[in-house]
C-alpha cells in the first residue's frame, strides 16, 4: 500500500516538470550529437538519424518505467456501480 503525497500541489507539479524536461532531454540531445558527428565526418543524415531513433527508444523506454513507478489506487477505495466510495 502506498502512502499518500504530502507534499504541495506545486511540488508535485515541479516533480513533474523535472521529469517530462528530463525524457525530452534525452530524446532530443542524441540526435543533436549524431548532427554534430554528421558536420565533423562530411556525412548527411546518417548519424543524425540514428541519434533521433536512439534518442526516441531510450525515451520511451524511460517513460515506460516512468508509468510503472506511478503509485495505483489502493483497491479499498474503488467506486462501485452507482458512485459511491466503499470502504
Not at 543524425?48 to 506511478?70: D, W
Request: charged share 15%.
Amino acid at each position: 500500500m502506498s502512502q499518500p503525497d504530502d507534499r504541495s500541489p506545486m511540488a508535485i507539479a515541479y516533480a513533474w516538470a523535472a521529469r517530462v524536461m528530463t525524457i525530452s532531454i534525452e530524446m532530443v540531445t542524441p540526435g543533436l550529437l549524431g548532427y554534430w558527428v554528421d558536420q565533423q565526418l562530411g556525412t548527411v543524415v546518417l548519424f543524425l538519424v540514428l541519434g533521433l531513433t536512439l534518442g526516441t527508444v531510450a525515451g520511451i523506454f524511460h517513460l515506460l518505467s516512468m508509468i510503472k513507478s506511478i503509485p495505483t489506487e489502493s483497491s479499498d477505495k474503488k467506486d462501485s456501480i452507482d458512485g459511491t466510495e466503499t470502504q
